[in-house]
T-cell receptor, first 114, second 114 residues
Framework: QKEVEQNSGPLSVPEGAIASLNCTYS??????FFWYRQYSGKSPELIMS????GDKEDGRFTAQLNKASQYVSLLIRDSQPSDSATYLC??????????????FGQGTTLQVKP | EAGVTQSPTHLIKTRGQQATLRCSPI?????VYWYQQALGLGLQFLLW???????NRGNFPPRFSGRQFPNYSSELNVNALELEDSALYLC?????????????FGPGTRLTVT
């Protein structure tokens, strides 16, 4: 199993709908998780960080962490065409030798159709 | 507040040459991270510098090296360039806050090796 896995998509949703992006992680990943948005040809932009079980909301974005099932999700409410991008899930690997490192999933491409 | 800056934006080198990439972190951030984003391979962790010291490195050969200066800026050196080194090189910075490393990325340097 890869350390951080995402479905590459594309995930297509109509404008105004809720987009749900999912990420699973292995036992080799610790409890710090991050969601980044990357537009084509641009660098990743940090959207959310989540460290505890449960939900964390910021505007239209909600991150959910379920440690028992080892998954992290990102919900985007009222999706806009400008949300069309690749969403990267990242986690911190366990072990003192892995400090500072983030492991990224391959990313899920989201398409929001007007 | 200015974000992470990187230079140059694009760099074209021939195989066997050396490349030097530069990064300035967000003001107040002491940690600098380097990642490689090659086509089809996703974001791969390269190096982490904090307080002028190399703290961790990813699974890359020794010809990838760097340093961090007293003002916390950093440079990445890639020696004996190979064609497969062609990629987007991303620099990120963070406060060093224990295990919660929220990393903020710069715009990247696109390295092309011919």
């Amino acid at each position: 199993q890869k350390e951080v896995e995402q479905n590459s998509g594309p995930l297509s949703v109509p404008e105004g709908a809720i987009a749900s992006l999912n990420c699973t992680y292995s036992d080799r990943v610790s409890q710090s998780f991050f969601w980044y948005r990357q537009y084509s040809g641009k660098s990743p932009e940090l959207i959310m960080s989540i460290y505890s079980n449960g939900d964390k909301e910021d505007g239209r974005f909600t991150a959910q962490l379920n440690k028992a099932s080892q998954y992290v999700s990102l919900l985007i409410r009222d999706s806009q065409p400008s949300d069309s991008a690749t969403y990267l899930c990242a986690g911190s690997p366990r072990g003192s030798g892995n400090t500072g490192k983030l492991i990224f999933g391959q990313g899920t491409t989201l398409q929001v159709k007007p | 507040e200015a974000g992470v800056t990187q230079s140059p934006t694009h760099l074209i080198k021939t195989r066997g040459q050396q490349a030097t990439l530069r990064c300035s972190p967000i003001s107040g951030h002491t940690s600098v991270y380097w990642y490689q984003q090659a086509l089809g391979l996703g974001l791969q962790f390269l190096l982490w510098y904090d307080e002028g010291e190399e703290r961790n490195r990813g699974n890359f050969p020794p010809r990838f090296s760097g340093r961090q200066f007293p003002n916390y800026s950093s440079e990445l050196n890639v020696n004996a360039l190979e064609l497969e080194d062609s990629a987007l090189y991303l620099c990120a910075s963070s406060f060093r806050q224990g295990w919660s490393y929220e990393q903020y990325f710069g715009p990247g340097t696109r390295l092309t090796v011919t």
